[in-house]
Antibody
């Protein structure tokens, strides 16, 4: 059974940093692109970042480019999202999602972790 | 403002059919496959349709997808109360070099 479990969310002040983790199991982790997709309270889905199976290619939405860094450790079946210089509009539930094919096709999703940016 | 345009809400009685439109442009829907996701209240999204019209294992054939030009459509037949959810379309935008989603459509079963 495929499982994806996010962790690391919480309350952080504007300008602060946070690192999210996504631990996966039940599939050949290194063969899958993994993305982060966020959802602000009461709003729709917004793709944030993605990383290839090998980790050699990374992709970012313009809204987070230069502030967020995605990485992965295939020996631990885990993807990370380092978020720096956080702003109020980064407040959202962050989901990790797997893609067996193209970057934009999300086969499985985790349950999400809430990030709140507030003073 | 989402790159892909969906109606905010649709509704129908149990057993009826609803369709949800997703409108884009040549840089996204016009030249890429479309996926659809179902998000039940308080839960994570779930893949419903991929490659415009394919259903993952376990998704009932009451759900269907189609694409024509720069628009895509999700259809739900035999509507059930358990289908009440938000539905999102998504694809790749070659101009933005980004994954894009529609704003979401809330389905209400009357």
């Amino acid at each position: 059974e495929v499982q994806m479990l996010e962790s690391g969310g919480g309350l952080v002040q504007p300008g602060g940093s946070l690192r999210l983790s996504c631990a996966a199991s039940g599939f050949t982790f290194s063969s899958y692109v993994i993305s982060w997709v966020r959802q602000a309270p009461g709003k729709g889905l917004e793709w944030v970042s993605g990383i290839s199976g090998s980790g050699g290619s990374t992709y970012y939405a313009d809204s987070v480019k230069g502030r967020f860094t995605i990485s992965r450790d295939n020996s631990k079946n885990t993807v990370y999202l380092q978020m720096n210089n956080l702003r109020g509009d980064d407040t959202a539930v962050y989901y990790c999602a797997s893609s067996r094919g193209p970057l934009y096709l999300f086969d499985y999703w985790g349950q999400g972790t809430l990030v709140t940016v507030s003073s | 403002q989402s790159v892909l345009t969906q109606p905010p809400s649709v509704s129908a009685a149990p057993g009826q059919k609803v369709t949800i439109s997703c409108s884009g442009s040549s840089s996204n829907i016009g030249n890429n496959y479309v996926s659809w996701y179902q998000q039940l209240p308080g839960t994570a999204p779930k893949l419903l349709i991929y490659d415009n019209n394919k259903r993952p294992s376990g998704i009932p054939d009451r759900f269907s997808g189609s694409k024509s030009g720069t628009s895509a459509t999700l259809g739900i037949t035999g509507l059930q109360t358990g289908d009440e959810a938000d539905y999102y379309c998504g694809t790749w935008d070659s101009s933005l070099n980004s994954v894009v989603f529609g704003g979401g459509t809330k389905v209400t079963v009357l």
